[in-house]
Structures are given as structure tokens and as C-alpha cells.
């Protein structure tokens, strides 16, 4: 585990690491690519969506926040109100036959959804 920041003394301070073998980090890299480059071709994505999309990241976000704050306070318009929401644990949390599933319905092929499901069922954290 690596110590992340905050309180030494509280597990949720630290992540695991992950260790795979260089042939599966090619091969899930390649997989990824190509499933990221599907997936903009196909404006799968929303467009809000700045996590993990090439050229764009949570900075997006912050300009846009800014941008709307700057126009409340020119436009004097009252109060202006903002979310800000943490998943904890999000990528364990995630029901994996209903992203099979979902991969399905927006056109992924059957083959790609099971090389996924093999990686999946084949992966472990030490």
C-alpha cells in the first residue's frame, strides 16, 4: 500500500498497488485504445465527461466553474449553488454483469466483451 495523504493512521489514507506483467499492460493498453477511440468516434461519451478522455481533464471542469461563477457575480443574479461529489471505491463498486451488458446494447462487439470479462476474472491486487 502507498501512503496517500492525511492521516497515517486511517487505512482509506492509502491505495493498493497494482503489479501485472508487462504482456497484459501492453495488451490492456492496446485494448483501451482502441475501445477509447470507439467510444469517441461514436460520441459514446457525454460530452461533460472529462475523466480519462484524451486533451481533457478535471480542469475542464474547473474553467467551466469558474466561467459560471464570473457570470452569477456580473449578472448579480442572487446565489449561485454547486455540487461536488466524491465516489468513494467507485471502480469496486461497479456491477460488472450490467457493464457487460451495457457494452452490449451500444455495440461492442461480443468478442472484445469477453477478452474484457477474461482480464477482469483474471485480475487480482497484492
Known sequence: MIYKKGD???????????????????????VEKRLSTWAEAN?????????FRKGRSC?????????????????????????FIDFKQAFPSVEHNLLWEILQQ???????????????ARANTK
Not at 460520441?43 to 475523466?51: C, D, K, M, T, V
Not at 467551466?64 to 446565489?79: D, K, P
Not at 462487439?109 to 477482469?120: E, N, P
Request: hydrophobic letters at 45%; charged letters at 15%.
Open 8 to 30: 497515517i493512521e486511517n487505512p482509506e489514507n492509502y491505495r493498493p498497488i497494482a503489479l501485472a506483467n508487462t504482456t497484459m499492460k501492453l495488451f490492456t493498453h492496446i
Open 43 to 51: 460520441s459514446i461519451l457525454p460530452e461533460a465527461q472529462a475523466g
Open 59 to 83: 480542469l475542464d471542469h474547473v474553467h467551466t466553474l469558474n466561467t459560471a461563477v464570473q457570470i452569477a457575480l456580473s449578472e448579480n443574479r442572487g446565489r449561485l449553488y454547486a455540487l
Open 106 to 120: 451500444i455495440g461492442i462487439s461480443g468478442k472484445i466483451i469477453r477478452v474484457l470479462q477474461k482480464i477482469y
